[in-house]
């Protein structure tokens, strides 16, 4: 009974409802709630820098890295900074929030060892803070050659400044960057002679620079690539095998004062000098007399020369040059172009050294000038029209772009002695080809000094000039492509 009525109170009620009203419009938008709390930040989205590669790097190269990150926000404004001022990163490129690529550029001077690296990233979506990252000991710059011990020895040897040291040295970069052509030692120290060279070792005689710090030395080596880029390499100081540099005062040398009483008491002995000029572009005539018994058969006094620098290989080799077949005095002639202090290493042509290797050393300085270029004109020079012409011989005269254009030819030279007594003549090149510098008449035809020759890099001689007598030089060498330099100045 209960069941039937309700069954019937149902279907009454739905017999009654109507039929579905239009929908109403929608309400108009409530008031913005209150900015709720920041919420912590979930697990393993700390922006955090992941990997660099590569993660090593030579000094003086430079290569295309990647960057990778977590939870980071990489972008075209973010900069890239590492710990020390010789690692340079010069163009980004981002590939993702989290990955960006970079070029970096390792200076010869960067600090061995491991480097940060630290990125700013500027703030997202114009707010928050901007992301600064670091990567600890992300890069680690490591040497590029290793220095080889000498035979039977624990340590590397000890040499003077302004002194010689046989060296070998490992190429550890030779994969990429063997030794090519014109290898040799750089940095702190400067090649003496040949070389020994394969693509991956180097070896020879150097000599330290005058004023290299005492102590550990780091060897530096150089070499021309396929593409005639040079490519530098360097040592670790700090391995057992390096050199270390004992110092030592130079001697002065007054201008214009001799210093007599010099020697050379031991084999392969340098002596170091300093000397210094008061003005720029001055000659300087050094001058080797009283010589002993020990410069006999061809050994004679050779050296190199550093500006305020002390480092030979922004300098001069000379090769010291005398009059006859044993001559008693002999004569460099350099052009030093900026005025200060400037060193001198003199040793024996043959490394040889005794006290009978005993002389008097004596430099000047003056006024010199450039001469008009020694490039061959197109058609060429002869006796009727030389390479340049010196009106008066006034004050000493240089020319540093001279070249021997074709095997034995003559290049012709013209001065003219404005004050009678000696006039010193020097032709320079590198050592190897046979260059030589003789003596003719006002017509460049007849000879009054016979051309003198030598391989080993320097040639001259000395006129008894006559005032006011026009005098023709004759420039001569056997290798074609050969660059010289020439000097032609008077007694200081």
Not at 256 to 274: D, F, I, M, P, V
Request: a neutral charge; aromatic letters at 6%.
């Amino acid at each position: 009974m209960k069941r039937t009525l309700g069954f019937l109170l149902c279907a009454t009620l739905t017999a009654c409802q109507g039929p579905a009203g239009d929908k109403g419009e929608v309400g108009a938008l409530g008031d913005k709630g209150d900015k709720g709390d920041k919420g912590e930040q979930g697990p393993g989205t700390t922006p955090a820098l992941a990997a660099l590669t590569p993660s090593t790097m030579f000094p003086g190269r430079t290569t295309v890295m990647q960057l990778s990150g977590v939870a980071t926000h990489f972008q075209s404004g973010s900069s890239l900074v590492f710990d020390d001022p010789a690692i340079k990163v010069t163009k980004v490129e981002v590939g993702s929030s989290a990955n960006l690529r970079f070029t970096v550029e390792v200076g010869l001077d960067a600090k061995l060892g491991a480097h940060d690296l630290s990125i700013g990233s500027p703030p997202t979506g114009g707010e928050g803070a901007a992301e600064n990252l670091k990567l600890t000991g992300g890069l680690t710059i490591v040497p590029s050659l290793s220095v080889e011990l000498g035979s039977g020895v624990s340590t590397g040897p000890t040499v003077n400044q302004g002194g010689l040291a046989d060296v070998a040295v490992r190429n550890l970069d030779y994969r990429d960057n063997p030794f090519w052509s014109q290898t040799r030692f750089a940095g702190p120290v400067s090649t003496i002679g040949s070389v020994s060279a394969t693509t991956a070792r180097l070896a020879g005689t150097v000599l330290v620079d005058a004023l290299a710090p005492a102590g550990l030395l780091a060897v530096s080596g150089a070499t021309v690539g396929p593409f005639g880029q040079t490519i530098y390499y360097t040592a670790d100081a700090a391995e057992m095998s390096a050199p270390t540099v004992k110092a030592r005062a130079a001697t002065e040398l007054k201008l214009g004062t001799a210093k007599t009483g010099e020697s050379l008491s031991e084999k392969r002995a340098t002596n170091l000098y300093k000397f210094t000029t008061t003005a720029d572009k001055q000659v300087v005539h050094m001058q080797f007399t009283s010589l002993g018994m020990g410069w006999n058969s061809g050994v004679r006094p050779i050296g190199y020369t550093a500006p305020a620098s002390g480092k030979f290989g922004e300098g001069q080799a000379f090769d010291s040059w005398g009059t006859g077949f044993n001559p008693t005095t002999r004569n460099v002639l350099q052009i030093v172009q900026a005025k200060g202090d400037a060193y001198t290493a003199v040793l024996a042509s043959d490394q040889s050294g005794s006290m009978s290797h005993s002389y008097t050393v004596t430099a000047k300085a003056g006024t010199a000038a450039a001469m008009t270029s020694l490039k061959e004109p197109m058609m060429g020079d002869s006796t009727s029209s030389p390479l340049a012409t010196i009106a008066e011989l006034d004050k000493a005269y240089y020319g540093l772009d001279g070249a021997i254009d074709a095997a034995y030819e003559d290049d012709f030279v013209k001065f003219k002695a404005k004050t009678a007594g000696k006039v010193y003549v020097q032709i320079s090149a590198a050592a190897g080809p046979n260059i030589g510098v003789g003596l003719r008449d006002t017509t460049c035809n007849v000879v009054v000094l016979s051309t003198q020759y030598s391989r080993a890099g320097s040639m001259g001689l000395e006129v008894d000039a006559k005032a006011g007598e026009t005098y023709c030089l004759r420039l001569n060498g056997d290798t074609a492509g050969t660059a010289y330099s020439l000097i032609i100045s008077p007694a200081l």
